[in-house]
């Protein structure tokens, strides 16, 4: 089952984390996903595939009010990201969807029409969360081709979809990283096949480099916190990436 | 769940979930006010000594209401957890006779008959099936909520006996009366969500 927990609060500007969900079927890759509340606004990060709908569901609404959700935020097009849109639109029919300008006619094949839709263009944009201005970084090839990823300036927490993913053991089930050397065995595989651009992840290790990151959430695997986040980019930008095998 | 096979109902019965969960959040911090508040006059209560025995005894009773109220709580939000998954399911399975409805009027020949059959050996089986589970589900959240009502009424008859014994509690009699009165207040907020939580409960059966 999963819990949603708090890992940033400032009176009504939180990022919950609902995060390492161990009763899933293992058929499923483990998901994370990411609430970002203020003012009585909030956005649901990459909501999750179908399946695993009524987890995300109700743990949401353990902490929070979940028809107060009025947009989601889809890194990219994956049906583990995006594939209970339909579920989502269902409970509330008024929910925005920001995503890649490129996925506009994809996502769609899942659910909604054309005011569900918000397009990001390739070099980003500010997302309104209740008072938050948060910003959609480009994270294009990474492993998406019209991919992004989420910035909170004030919290300073980067939510980088399947940048930092690591695929852990089920014993492994702590929500942050507490051994990056440890950890990290279990991102260098998914990292060398999935990300498939050696210009794209310089790019993007440049252009994070100059935000100011407390903690970095992956899509899947443990967050990332303090010192760890910085050991992640040196590591990332030292990978070689796009090979089949290492 | 009617019309469950629309996806409008599905909307609505999740919508319906979310008002019942808001209830039973509110209900579970007012418990958890009562145990705290029941701790505090359980101490008040040795300290006014003889005169506020069985006042002292109601505050117990009052600290087991609480605990049990919040394992009652646990279990209706573990069923409304269910009928999450539930909806789920009929929200796929809405969506995939939608696309079959749309392929039978479109479909010619052979494939307008296999598109039939699908549809109608679907009809009978799983969306039979789901309805079914809905509604069974929905039985049991009635039930619980029944039996939640009737342990808030044990609650309401505790506070109104600890404000009969607060009046015996000699020179403690003030605090305990403003005790028990902020007793009776609480459950009064609890009566009103159950309320609102089987006015919502209902809501499905009326729509």
């Given at each position: 089952m999963k819990?949603?927990?708090?890992?940033?609060?400032?009176?009504?500007?939180?990022?919950?984390?609902?995060?390492?969900?161990?009763?899933?079927?293992?058929?499923?890759?483990?998901?994370?996903?990411?609430?970002?509340?203020?003012?009585?606004?909030?956005?649901?990060?990459?909501?999750?595939?179908?399946?695993?709908?009524?987890?995300?569901?109700?743990?949401?609404?353990?902490g929070f009010d979940p028809r107060r959700i009025h947009k989601i935020f889809a890194s990219h097009q994956d049906p583990d990201v995006?594939?209970?849109?339909?579920?989502?639109?269902?409970?509330?029919?008024?929910?925005?969807?920001?995503?890649?300008?490129?996925?506009?006619?994809?996502?769609?094949?899942?659910?909604?029409?054309a005011d569900t839709f918000v397009a990001i263009p390739d070099n980003g944009m500010e997302i309104l969360v209740g008072?938050?201005?948060?910003?959609?970084?480009?994270?294009?090839?990474?492993?998406?081709?019209?991919?992004?990823?989420?910035?909170?300036?004030?919290?300073?927490?980067?939510?980088?979809?399947?940048?930092?993913?690591?695929?852990?053991?089920?014993?492994e089930d702590g929500l942050f990283v507490e051994d990056f050397d440890r950890h990290i065995r279990h991102a260098e595989g998914f990292h060398r096949r999935w990300?498939?651009?050696?210009?794209?992840?310089?790019?993007?290790?440049?252009?994070?480099?100059?935000?100011?990151?407390?903690?970095?959430c992956p899509q899947h695997g443990a967050i990332y916190r303090g010192a760890d986040v910085r050991r992640f980019i040196d590591w990332f930008s030292r990978l070689d990436v796009g090979v089949l095998k290492s | 769940m009617a019309n469950s096979h629309s996806s409008e109902g599905a909307g609505r019965e999740l919508r319906?979930?979310?008002?019942?969960?808001?209830?039973?959040?509110?209900?579970?911090?007012?418990?958890?006010?009562?145990?705290?508040?029941?701790m505090n006059a359980i101490f008040l209560a040795k300290r006014a000594g003889q005169s506020a025995l069985g006042f002292g005894v109601l505050s117990n009773e009052l600290r087991r209401f609480a605990t049990d109220l919040q394992r009652q709580m646990d279990t209706l939000r573990e069923a409304t957890y269910g009928s999450v998954s539930t909806v789920t399911v009929l929200v796929k399975q809405s969506r995939i006779s939608r696309l079959l409805e749309r392929a039978r009027i479109e479909a010619q020949g052979?494939?307008?008959?296999?598109?039939?059959q699908l549809a109608r050996s679907r009809d009978e089986s799983t969306l039979a099936r789901n309805d079914e589970q809905m509604a069974a589900l929905n039985r049991r959240l009635t039930h619980m909520i029944a039996d939640t009502a009737q342990l808030v009424e044990l609650g309401s008859v505790l506070a109104r006996s600890a404000k009969i014994e607060a009046a015996y509690g000699g020179g403690f009699s003030g605090s305990l009366m403003q005790v028990s009165s902020d007793f009776e207040k609480i459950i009064g907020e609890i009566q009103r969500s159950l309320e609102s939580l089987t006015k919502h409960q209902s809501e499905d059966f009326l729509a």
């Open positions: 819990i949603a927990r708090v890992i940033y609060e400032d009176g009504d500007h939180k990022w919950f984390a609902l995060a390492r969900d161990t009763s899933r079927p293992d058929f499923l890759i483990d998901t994370n996903e990411y609430l970002v509340t203020s003012d009585g606004d909030a956005m649901l990060l990459d909501p999750g595939g179908s399946e695993i709908f009524p987890a995300v569901f109700s743990a949401v609404s353990t995006i594939s209970s849109l339909p579920m989502w639109l269902e409970f509330n029919p008024g929910i925005k969807c920001y995503l890649s300008w490129l996925w506009q006619g994809f996502v769609p094949h899942f659910a909604g029409n008072s938050r201005r948060l910003q959609a970084i480009p994270a294009h090839y990474l492993h998406s081709s019209g991919n992004f990823h989420l910035y909170d300036p004030k919290a300073k927490v980067l939510f980088s979809g399947d940048v930092g993913a690591a695929l852990l053991p089920a014993a990300m498939g651009s050696d210009k794209a992840k310089r790019d993007w290790c440049a252009r994070v480099s100059a935000l100011e990151i407390d903690m970095l | 319906r979930i979310v008002r019942i969960n808001e209830e039973i959040k509110s209900v579970v911090s007012a418990a958890f006010k009562i145990n705290l508040m029941a052979q494939a307008k008959t296999l598109i039939q």
